[in-house]
């Protein structure tokens, strides 16, 4: 890995189990940074919310907890990295998480630089985030009934529409894609620990202590 970014596009992969916070860091990294966030779990809920071939296939992996197919992955992430200007900086949020889509992001990103932020947390806490976790279907905007609730229960503050659970946010798919993580995802960390541009985060604190590692290391590269 390459850890300076000059006139290349660069990648920012951010890593970590489910509910680890990948989505709320990436969002806050936009923000900071100016980085266009791609984050494959909500590319492929739009795509099945859109019903097309891609969206249609990986619904029911998604609401089993299990990987969906690199090869869907791999054509979409592909297209993503190819429209990227000179200098512009992307986050992928949720990919790779197999050995072998993390050798084929090698492959496709040719000398671009990257970062690696492995975002660690405990998973009795991941547990208690993934079952308070409600999202707005309107705005897209992402609540938790524990940590960062919205002001009138159940209710977006910025649009009023009526949140919703994730049906992979129910106990038993949590379950699995725990297990998912532990078993495929977890070598991919192992992949990647020990290379340059490699930073880990204890992601165990609230968003803004957690965002202070995390922007300290994206600072590095986006300098
Ligand atoms: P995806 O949507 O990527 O799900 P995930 O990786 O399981 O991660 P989450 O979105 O659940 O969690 P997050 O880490 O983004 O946490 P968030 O910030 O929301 O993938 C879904 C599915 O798509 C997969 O299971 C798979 O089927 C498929 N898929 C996607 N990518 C794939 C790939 N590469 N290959 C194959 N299949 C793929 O936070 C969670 C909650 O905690 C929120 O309520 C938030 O408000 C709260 N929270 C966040 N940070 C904190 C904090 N520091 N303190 C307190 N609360 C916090």
Known sequence: MVTEAKDQPYIVILMGPPGGGKGTQAKMLVQEFGLIHYSTGDILREEARRGTPAGLQARAYMEA?????????????RERLAALRPGQGCILDGYPRSLAQARFLEEIRGDMPCTVINIEVPEEVLVRRLAGRRTCPTCGKVYNVHFSPPRVAE??????????????DQAEVVRERLRVYRETTRPVVDFYRGLPGYHEVDGS???AQV?????????????
């Open 155 to 168: 209710r977006c503050d910025d649009c009023g529409s009526q949140l919703q659970r994730r049906k992979d």
């Open 205 to 207: 604190g609230d968003a």
């Open 65 to 77: 907890g299990e990987l969906v197919p690199d090869e869907i992955l791999g054509g979409i992430v």
């Open 211 to 223: 965002f202070e590692a995390v922007s300290r290391a994206v600072g590095i590269l986006a300098s």
